[in-house]
């Protein structure tokens, strides 16, 4: 069982940065970590993941703007995020994406507030 908790949210102006942090309970070597983000209304939609061996995927939404990495040897995963509009506004969450024998199964982080706001 992972358990995830993300910190560095908060209220930022149009144009600004903002660090998103994961820590993650046990060991993350072998794991895919990634961030999703979720409005009220909508579907939880992905930001970006990062593979155990560093492959990154990002939206279109965040590309050129985010930045994902990860401290295999801290068990955390990070989003940078620069040049933030409005629409980044949401919750963002930590995502654990396990592989099982058969299929995999996700954990989540309990989420983090990001407002984007002049």
């Known amino acids: 069982q992972v358990q995830l908790v993300e910190s560095g949210g908060g209220l930022v102006q149009p144009g600004g940065s903002l660090r998103l942090s994961c820590a993650a309970s046990?060991?993350?070597?072998?794991?895919?970590m990634g961030w999703y983000r979720q409005t009220p209304g909508k579907q939880r939609e992905l930001v970006a993941t990062i593979t155990s061996g560093g492959i990154t995927n990002y939206a279109n939404s965040g590309k050129g703007r985010f930045t994902i990495s990860r401290d295999n040897a801290k068990n955390t995963v990070s989003l940078q995020m620069n040049s933030l509009k409005p629409e980044d506004t949401a919750v963002y969450y930590c995502?654990?994406?396990?592989?099982?024998?058969?299929?995999?199964?996700?954990?989540w982080g309990q989420g983090t507030q990001v407002t984007v706001s002049s």
């Open positions: 995502n654990a994406n396990v592989k099982l024998r058969i299929g995999s199964y996700n954990y």
């Open positions: 046990g060991s993350i070597f072998s794991i895919t």
